[in-house]
C-alpha cells in the first residue's frame, strides 16, 4: 500500500479552499485555548482549565457567546483583550484578515489566497475578492466605531462611567454585536439596560447589520449611487430573500416574545408596554445568532423558549458573522414546499427560478443541522439530569452559534462542554463547508440509473 507523500498530504489538508478554511479556524481555536490558559488571562492570575479555555475560545471565533465562566469577572484585562481579539477575527473571517493583510503588505494576492478568501466571504469570482475585502473591512471598521461611539457616550451620560471605562465597554460590546457573538462584561449581560433604547437599539442594529451578511451589505452600498442616478434598485435574489425573509422574522419574532411573555411577571410583565415591544424586538433580533439577552432567558415560557430555538436554528445571513442554516436556506425551503402544494414542476420565487442544486444544498443543510442538534441532544441528556427544554436550547444556541444560554451552560460535565464546543465549530463553518473539506476529492457521475418512485407519505 503507497504511502502518501508530504506534498500530497500537504495538498490533501490545504488546496480545497473550504478545507483550508477549516484548518484555519482550527489553528486560530488552539492559539486562543492555549493565550486563554496563561495565568495572565484570569482575574486571579491562575492558569484556567483546558476545557474551560478551550470552551471560551471556540465561543469566542466562533462568534456564539455561550461561556462557563463569567466573562467580566473571570477573566483579566489581558483575557478579555484575547475574547475580543478572537470575536474581530473570528467574525471578520480567517482566510478574509488573511488575505486583506497579504493586500496591505505586498498589495498582491496569490490564487490559494483568493480562492479561499472568494470561498470564505461568497464572493462572485476572482475579481471580486480585492473589492469584497475592502469592502467587508471598511462596513466593519465604520459600524463597530460608530456604534461604540454611540454607547459610550450613553454609558459616560446616563450611568456615570468614567471616560475610559465607558469607551471600553462601548468598543466591546460594539465589536461583540456586529460580529453577533454575544459576549457582555456584565454579569447580567444586558438586562440593566432593559429600559435604555439608546443602549439597546444601537447594539440591535449592529446585530442586524453583522447578521444580514456581508455580500448583502456591500451590494446595498454599491447600488445606493445607481438607484439615485437610474432610480432603480436592480437587487440580486440573494439579497432580496435575505432582506424579505430578515424582516418577516424579526416581525414574527417580535411579535410571538410579547405574546407569550407579556403577562410573565419574571420578563415582559416587569414592564410597561412601550418597554416591552422594545425587549420583545431585542429578543428577535438576538435569535439572528447574537446571544446578548436584556431579559431572564431562564424565567421565560416553555413555548417561548421553543420559539427562540425555531429563530435560532434559522439563523441571519449567509457570509456575514450569523449563524445557524441562514435565512436563505429557510426561504428556498419554504418556496420548494408552496410549490410542491401548488403541483408546480419547478420553484420560482421573485421573478426567477431556482436552480434544483440550489433546493438541494439547503435540503442537506436543514437535514444536517436536524441531525446534529437531535443527536447532541440526546448525548447531553444521557450524561445529565437536566431538563429536556433547557438542553435543547442549549444545543440550539450552540449550534446556532447564538450564545443565548438558560444558565446551564457551566453545569455540563466536561464532556458535553467538548459535544458544545464541537457544534459551535461545526455551526460556524456550516455542515457543507465541514463535509466538503473532508471530501478526499469531487466525485462525477459518469452515467444514470434507470429512474423509480418510491411511495412518499
Given at each position: 500500500?503507497?504511502v502518501?507523500?508530504a506534498?500530497?498530504?500537504?495538498s490533501?489538508?490545504t488546496a480545497?479552499p473550504?478545507r483550508t478554511v477549516v484548518?484555519a479556524f482550527?489553528?486560530v481555536?488552539a492559539?486562543g485555548?492555549?493565550l ?5 488571562s484570569?482575574?486571579?492570575g ?10 471560551t475560545?471556540t465561543s469566542?471565533?466562533?462568534v456564539t457567546?455561550l ?6 469577572t473571570?477573566w ?8 475580543l481579539?478572537?470575536?474581530q477575527v ?6 478574509t ?5 497579504a493586500?496591505l503588505?505586498?498589495?498582491k494576492l496569490r490564487l490559494r ?8 466571504t461568497?464572493?462572485l469570482?476572482?475579481g471580486?475578492v480585492r ?5 467587508v ?8 466605531l460608530?456604534v461604540a ?5 450613553r454609558?459616560r451620560s446616563?450611568?456615570?462611567?468614567s ?9 466591546f460590546h460594539?465589536v461583540?454585536?456586529f460580529n453577533n457573538?454575544?459576549?457582555?462584561l456584565h454579569?447580567d449581560?444586558?438586562t440593566?439596560?432593559a429600559?435604555d433604547p439608546?443602549?439597546t437599539?444601537?447594539v440591535?442594529?449592529a446585530?442586524i ?8 451589505l456591500?451590494e446595498?452600498?454599491r447600488?445606493?449611487?445607481?438607484r439615485?442616478t437610474t432610480?432603480r ?21 417580535t411579535?410571538?416574545?410579547c405574546l407569550?411573555?407579556?403577562t410573565n411577571s419574571?420578563?415582559?410583565g416587569?414592564?410597561?408596554w ?5 425587549n420583545?424586538?431585542f429578543?428577535?433580533?438576538m435569535t439572528?445568532t ?7 432567558i431562564?424565567a421565560?415560557q416553555?413555548s417561548?423558549l ?9 439563523g ?12 436563505t ?14 403541483g408546480?414542476p419547478t ?12 433546493l438541494?444544498?439547503?435540503?442537506t ?7 446534529l442538534?437531535m443527536t447532541?441532544t440526546?448525548?447531553l ?8 427544554d433547557g438542553?435543547?436550547?442549549e444545543?440550539?444556541s450552540?449550534f446556532?452559534t ?6 446551564i451552560?457551566?453545569d455540563?460535565?466536561d464532556?458535553?462542554?467538548v459535544?458544545l464546543v464541537?457544534?459551535?465549530f461545526?455551526?460556524r ?7 466538503s473539506?473532508?471530501a478526499l476529492r469531487?466525485?462525477k457521475?459518469?452515467?444514470?440509473l434507470?429512474e423509480e418512485?418510491?411511495?412518499?407519505g
Amino acid at each position: 500500500m503507497a504511502v502518501p507523500t508530504a506534498r500530497a498530504r500537504h495538498s490533501l489538508f490545504t488546496a480545497h479552499p473550504a478545507r483550508t478554511v477549516v484548518v484555519a479556524f482550527a489553528v486560530v481555536v488552539a492559539l486562543g485555548t492555549a493565550l486563554l490558559a496563561l495565568p495572565i488571562s484570569a482575574e486571579g492570575g491562575t492558569a484556567t482549565g483546558l476545557v474551560p479555555a478551550l470552551f471560551t475560545s471556540t465561543s469566542a471565533v466562533c462568534v456564539t457567546g455561550l461561556a462557563v465562566v463569567d466573562t467580566g469577572t473571570y477573566w483579566s484585562g489581558f483575557g478579555e483583550g484575547a475574547i475580543l481579539a478572537l470575536i474581530q477575527v473570528g467574525g471578520f473571517g480567517i482566510m478574509t484578515m488573511a488575505s486583506l493583510l497579504a493586500l496591505l503588505v505586498s498589495g498582491k494576492l496569490r490564487l490559494r489566497l483568493q480562492l479561499t478568501a472568494q470561498a470564505e466571504t461568497k464572493s462572485l469570482g476572482i475579481g471580486d475578492v480585492r473589492r469584497v475585502l475592502f469592502g467587508v473591512a471598511g462596513t466593519t471598521l465604520i459600524v463597530e466605531l460608530a456604534v461604540a461611539a454611540i454607547l459610550a457616550l450613553r454609558l459616560r451620560s446616563g450611568y456615570g462611567n468614567s471616560v475610559g471605562e465607558a469607551a471600553y465597554l462601548g468598543y466591546f460590546h460594539a465589536v461583540s454585536a456586529f460580529n453577533n457573538a454575544g459576549f457582555g462584561l456584565h454579569a447580567d449581560n444586558l438586562t440593566r439596560y432593559a429600559q435604555d433604547p439608546w443602549v439597546t437599539l444601537p447594539v440591535a442594529v449592529a446585530v442586524i447589520l453583522g447578521g444580514i451578511g456581508f455580500p448583502v451589505l456591500l451590494e446595498l452600498l454599491r447600488h445606493r449611487h445607481r438607484r439615485r442616478t437610474t432610480g432603480r434598485r436592480n437587487w440580486t435574489l440573494h439579497t432580496r430573500l435575505t432582506l424579505i425573509t430578515t424582516v418577516c422574522l424579526l416581525a414574527v419574532g417580535t411579535l410571538l416574545t410579547c405574546l407569550l411573555e407579556w403577562t410573565n411577571s419574571r420578563t415582559l410583565g416587569l414592564h410597561d408596554w412601550p418597554e416591552k415591544l422594545l425587549n420583545g424586538f431585542f429578543h428577535s433580533t438576538m435569535t439572528r445568532t447574537a446571544g446578548f439577552n436584556a431579559l431572564d432567558i431562564g424565567a421565560m415560557q416553555s413555548s417561548t423558549l421553543l420559539m427562540t430555538c425555531m429563530l435560532m436554528f434559522i439563523g441571519g445571513g449567509s457570509a456575514g458573522t450569523a449563524g445557524g442554516i441562514k435565512v436563505t436556506t429557510f426561504a428556498v425551503l419554504a418556496v420548494a414546499i408552496i410549490a410542491e402544494v401548488r403541483g408546480e414542476p419547478t420553484s420560482a420565487v421573485l421573478g426567477r427560478r431556482l436552480a434544483p442544486h440550489v433546493l438541494r444544498q439547503a435540503l442537506t443543510v436543514a437535514l444536517l443541522g436536524v441531525g446534529l442538534v437531535m443527536t447532541a441532544t440526546l448525548a447531553l441528556l444521557s450524561m445529565t439530569t437536566l431538563a429536556f427544554d433547557g438542553v435543547l436550547f442549549e444545543v440550539v444556541s450552540a449550534f446556532a452559534t447564538v450564545g443565548l444560554s438558560t444558565g446551564i451552560t457551566a453545569d455540563f460535565p466536561d464532556a458535553g462542554q467538548v459535544i458544545l464546543v464541537l457544534l459551535m465549530f461545526i455551526g460556524r463553518l456550516g455542515p457543507i463547508t465541514l463535509v466538503s473539506a473532508l471530501a478526499l476529492r469531487e466525485r462525477k457521475r459518469r452515467y444514470e440509473l434507470p429512474e423509480e418512485r418510491p411511495v412518499i407519505g
